[in-house]
C-alpha cells in the first residue's frame, strides 16, 4: 500500500492551494479517508475526514468553511482544497486511509 501526497508548498495569506493524496495497493472509496497535518512544535491534528459509508465530512473548528475534503474514485485519489489560508495553517499535511495506511506528508507554508 502506498499513498503519494503532493500539492504543497509556498503560498501567501489568502490563497488556496490544493492538496492531492493518489493510493496505491487500497481503495479509497472502501475506507474512510483524512487528512492530519503537523506543525512545527507540534503534535500531528485531524483536520478533516470523510466516512466512506454515507460521506460524512467532519472539519475541525480552525478550518471549517475554509477547507473541503473530496475524493474521486475513478482516480483513487483523495483532495484537500484550501482556502483563505493562514499563518496558522503552515504544517506537513498528511493523508490517511483506513485510519491504518499514511502519506509521506507533503509541506505547506503560508507567508508572506
Known amino acids: 500500500v502506498q499513498l503519494q501526497a503532493s500539492g504543497g508548498g509556498l503560498v501567501q495569506p489568502g490563497g488556496s492551494l490544493t492538496l492531492s493524496c493518489v493510493a496505491s495497493g487500497v481503495t479509497l472509496n472502501d475506507n474512510a479517508i483524512a487528512w492530519f497535518r503537523q506543525a512545527p512544535g507540534k503534535e500531528r491534528e485531524g483536520v478533516s475526514c470523510?466516512?466512506?459509508?454515507?460521506?460524512?465530512?467532519y472539519y475541525v473548528d480552525s478550518v471549517e468553511g475554509r477547507f473541503t475534503i473530496s475524493r474521486d474514485n475513478a482516480k483513487n485519489t483523495v483532495y484537500l482544497q484550501m482556502n483563505s489560508l493562514k499563518p496558522e495553517d503552515t504544517a506537513v499535511y498528511y493523508c490517511?486511509?483506513?485510519?491504518?495506511?499514511w502519506g509521506q506528508g507533503t509541506l505547506v507554508t503560508v507567508s508572506s
Open positions: 490517511n486511509a483506513g485510519r491504518t495506511w
Open positions: 470523510m466516512s466512506n459509508i454515507d460521506g460524512t465530512e
